[in-house]
């Protein structure tokens, strides 16, 4: 199955804003779960989600420095 | 076309621009970070096997359970360095499944075998505080922001690894005998190896795109004296020699032989009245040491023992 980024975002209480704490490579939801969960335990969040790099869509610039390029390019060594 | 020249970029990361996305680098600076990030992440990965073999002999459940929670920190941080390569273009499958052993670029320091738990312990104090020191000052001071992000998470968990060598260090050493014998065997083989992790002295150094382009911000020399200053007065306080000492009236500690030096991989025994040139520690790395081929096979073996299952089903 192709491989996606999803950009990992968690708060640590209640009240706080989610934060952009990183990305996982994964080739289903499920696994992009599992991945952030296990990558990310740095501290006990109170909660975390995952979305699909791609389904950022730019509001205020054409590129925007936040990385939400539609498709990962074939990766070169 | 780039958005700017290198030098334009240089002027604007020196006063604080941070860089976000691939298009605003220059070739040059996409350049010095892939280095940095491949160093960065293949150290993380090559820790792991270094630590699980010693792990496996962990005096207690409680203590077994915290090294593998070390084990585990360090390949998450090896694939975040890697998860942020791939968004530079760099495969992550040739990261990992590609390269031949010696084409890795983590520190000599991970080709050696730990021959037991003493050796483990005093690996986290010596070589996680050498991480943290190169680590925290990319934190502070990198001009990518991806990367400063990503570095909240790995400095919180390297201090963990750091607290724990440094605690069982001064544990095994207060009780003595064998366990102290221990301490000092692995501090005597694995401090020279700190000394020269930071590379070659400022002096002879040539120019580094890293510091241009704030990739980083201490230089090898600055990084090298912040870790010694932790270390010698560590293994000074806890009665472990060490070729080095506090200069009081500098205020800083100092290494008491000229590096760098010969080495008997066999023996682990550094020959400290053997100065080498710097090409010839490189060669040293280049070789790679003893433990390579069977870090990197132990790191891959599992994904191919999964390919193989796969393909009889």
Known sequence: ?77 | MPRFTDEELKEKVQNGFIVESEDEMTESYKKALITQLTVQGDTELMSAPSYFGPAKDAPSTNTMVSSMAIIQDELGHANIAYRLLEDLGVSRHYLMYEREPHQFKHPYGFDQYLDNWAELVVANGLFDRAGITLLGDVHRNTSYGPLKRALVKVGLEENFHLRHGEVWMRRLCESGGEARDKVQRGVSWMFPMGVEWFGMPDDKKRHSAQLDFRLKGMTNDELRQTWLNAVVPLCEEIGIEIPAHWDEEAGRAVVDYEFPVNYDEEEKVWLLDEPISWEQAFDRWKRRGPANVDYVESVRKGRFQLDEMLSKQ
């Open chain 1, 1 to 77: 199955m192709a491989e996606r980024v999803y950009i990992v975002l968690a708060r640590k209480n209640r009240e706080d804003p989610l934060h952009h704490i990183g990305s996982v490579h994964a080739s289903d939801p499920e696994l992009a779960r599992v991945y952030a969960w296990k990558t990310y335990d740095e501290e006990r969040w109170f909660e975390m989600v995952v979305a699909p790099r791609d389904a950022f869509h730019p509001v205020n610039r054409a590129e925007a420095p936040f990385d939400i390029r539609p498709e990962t390019p074939e990766p070169t060594a």
